[in-house]
């Protein structure tokens, strides 16, 4: 089943990366919405050693057509080697808001 809208998942290093990078893409409406946990932290492998680290979590809610230009964007700003962005469908939600997305999204072609 298709899904007409997602929520894209990325981590980032810093706050102010995030509210800019979030900022700018509600500002291009390639999302309509960017929720932003300030602090998380976060324990993975990285160059042969356990890091744990505080990053900063966003989730995009925006149109399944835009996600691979909210993707390019983010790795065009994302001061990460290896970004994780993670592309979640919307099943199912309510309308009102799914109908409030599609219209602060930039059309689809």
């Known amino acids: 089943m298709e899904s007409e809208f997602v929520q894209i998942y990325w ?3 810093s706050l102010d990366e995030a509210r800019q990078t979030a900022r700018y893409l509600v500002e ?3 999302v309509a919405c960017a929720n932003i946990i300030p602090w ?3 324990i993975f492998p990285w160059n042969d ?3 744990t680290v505080q990053e900063t979590k966003i989730i995009f809610k925006t149109q399944t ?3 691979n230009a909210v ?3 983010i790795l065009a700003r994302s001061k990460y080697e290896v970004p994780e962005i993670l592309m979640v469908p919307i099943l199912d939600g309510n309308q ?3 109908e409030w997305v599609a219209q602060n999204t930039a059309p689809v072609r």
């Open 11 to 13: 981590t980032c290093g």
């Open 28 to 30: 291009k409406k390639l």
């Open 40 to 42: 998380i932290e976060s």
């Open 49 to 51: 050693k356990v890091d």
């Open 65 to 67: 057509a835009l996600f």
């Open 71 to 73: 993707k390019e964007e």
């Open 96 to 98: 009102e808001y799914l």
